[in-house]
């Protein structure tokens, strides 16, 4: 087991790796205007959605949820190290559960989202409600229940920390919603760098450094 004088350096390079996916993100994914219930819903966004830098962006997000889970399970032993498990395993709980109800619309954004914008490139008609569909449908309550659980779980976080990187990275996390307006979202993903960076090197120094 890790001594109590020791950093957590896999939980944080973890931690920051996920962060900076997060910032990345929002520049640069394909952005067009969502509007589920239009009959041209799917027109408008079939060259974004069928292009490689959504496929990548949306890859690079899965991958980005997937590091979190690993930083929140490493900033939750730091946490515990210095006797402070009570609440960060609440928040832990939280988190875990709010990422795996996220993950499924985005796994669908990264895998099905692409054949349908490029079938309808093609040529390929009657593919308008079933776009629709994946974004009306119950996917969309299960996203945003996931996002309410990650945001709870990282608020519980912050105030375990005491910082001012960890309130900036549960105020990014909270507020990450794909509902949101461009530039709001990339000011957020620069939140949530910025905070989860300074999460990460206070998890590298050390306990001391939990309340810096």
């Not at 790796?17 to 027109?43: E, G, M, N, T």
């Not at 069928?50 to 949820?65: D, K, Q, T, V, Y």
């Not at 939750?76 to 559960?97: D, F, T």
Request: glycine residues 12%; proline residues 8%.
């Amino acid at each position: 087991m890790m001594s109590a004088s020791h950093p957590n350096h896999a939980g944080s390079a973890a931690l920051a790796i996920a962060v900076s996916i997060f910032c990345a993100f929002p520049l640069a994914r394909p952005w067009f205007v969502l509007a589920p219930q239009s009959p041209d819903a799917l027109a408008t966004a079939s060259s974004a959605i069928a292009s490689a830098a959504w496929l990548g962006a949306h890859l690079a997000l899965i991958a980005a949820f997937a590091t979190l889970i690993v930083g929140l399970f490493g900033l939750y032993e730091w946490l515990a190290m210095q006797e402070r498990a009570g609440g960060p395993r609440c928040s832990l709980v939280l988190s875990m559960l709010g990422v795996a109800l996220i993950l499924p619309m985005a796994g669908v954004e990264a895998f099905a989202l692409p054949p349908i914008g490029t079938a309808y490139l093609e040529g390929i008609t009657g593919l308008a409600k079933p776009f629709s569909s994946l974004y009306l449908g119950p996917g969309t309550v299960t996203l945003l229940v996931g996002l309410l659980a990650l945001a709870l779980g990282a608020i519980g976080f912050a105030k375990s920390l005491r910082s001012w990187g960890g309130y900036l990275l549960a105020s990014g996390l909270a507020f990450w919603c794909p509902l949101l307006p461009p530039p709001v979202r990339i000011v957020d993903g620069f939140i949530i760098g910025i905070g989860g960076i300074w999460v990460a090197w206070q998890m590298r120094r050390g306990p001391n450094a939990a309340t810096n």
